[in-house]
């Protein structure tokens, strides 16, 4: 690589297609890839990130906000694009852009529904999130009545997919609890299923658990941090390659001694 002239964040694109490949490898055949881009693609470049992950196949992309998923159409990205965190006060501009809401409450529910039908779509793709355990964002077990008989009120929404979070999935001292919040997901996604009698795709890890819960892959992954670079440990680090590389220019080296100070109020 050259030597920086400025202050440049070196992105190197055939890092993040060997971080693609090696959680491709963790899966099996049939399931799909959410590629995650939010925070400005982990503070690196969302469009340039996107634009390659499609290249590489991902079936989906995920952004945190709707502003940003528009900054991803604006650049011409057609690929499905879920919004992890979106507000009501967005879903207009959110459905002009062929965005993907998760769903995450009965109000938000009820406000997307209100907004669709305003708008006059049928089977719009919806996301539903489900808290197991993060005790974020999500709809709990005892909101499976209200989804079911609004999803029968009118074909306005259409479940595309359930999904849930993991809390700890790097951590190998909380397994318990990461065991028992895939329990509850298929629990609850078995009685939801049931009740609206189709099958949306089902999706529950992160980077960490496409590699410590292959048996939780279900449907679809989402990956964010490993398509990155990191695997959020020792261990697996040496099978990533961090895509990013801030570089620089030395302006000048001072020899000072052992309890002397640098900068403002000696900070
Ligand atoms: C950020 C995020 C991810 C990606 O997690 P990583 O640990 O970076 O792979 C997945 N799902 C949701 C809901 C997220 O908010």
Redesign the pocket.
């Given at each position: 690589m050259p030597k920086a002239k400025e202050t440049v964040l070196e992105i190197n694109l055939t890092s993040l297609e060997e971080n693609y490949h090696y959680l491709k490898s963790k899966l099996s055949e049939e399931t799909k890839f959410m590629g995650?881009v939010?925070a400005f693609g982990y503070g690196s470049d969302a469009i340039e990130i996107a634009k390659n992950l499609v290249e590489l196949g991902v079936n989906y992309l995920?952004v945190a906000y709707v502003k940003e998923g528009v900054v991803l159409r604006d650049a011409g990205i057609e690929a499905p694009i879920l919004v992890?965190h979106p507000q009501p006060a967005n879903f207009s501009t959110l459905i002009d852009r062929c965005l993907e809401p998760s769903l995450y409450s009965p109000n938000v529910f009820k406000q997307f529904i209100k907004v669709a039908s305003e708008k006059n779509q049928t089977n719009y793709p919806v996301h539903l999130k489900f808290n197991t355990g993060l005790n974020r964002l999500g709809f709990w077990e005892n909101d499976v009545d209200f989804i079911d008989e609004k999803l029968k009120e009118s074909n306005v929404i259409k479940v595309a997919s359930i999904f849930s979070?993991l809390a700890a999935s790097e951590d190998e001292k909380e397994k318990d609890f990461t065991i028992s919040q895939i329990h509850n997901f298929k629990i609850l996604t078995a009685s939801l299923i049931n009740k609206i009698g189709y099958s949306p795709l089902l999706h529950i890890c992160?980077?960490?658990g496409i590699l410590n819960y292959p048996e939780a892959h279900f449907d679809m992954v989402?990956?964010?941090?490993?398509l990155y670079g990191f695997g959020n440990s020792e261990v697996e680090n040496k099978n990533f390659q961090p895509i990013a590389t801030l570089k620089s220019i030395i302006s000048q080296i001072h020899q000072i001694e052992k309890g002397e100070s640098v900068g403002y109020n000696r900070a």
């Open positions: 995650v939010k995920a992890l979070h992160n980077t960490s989402r990956s964010g941090i490993g």
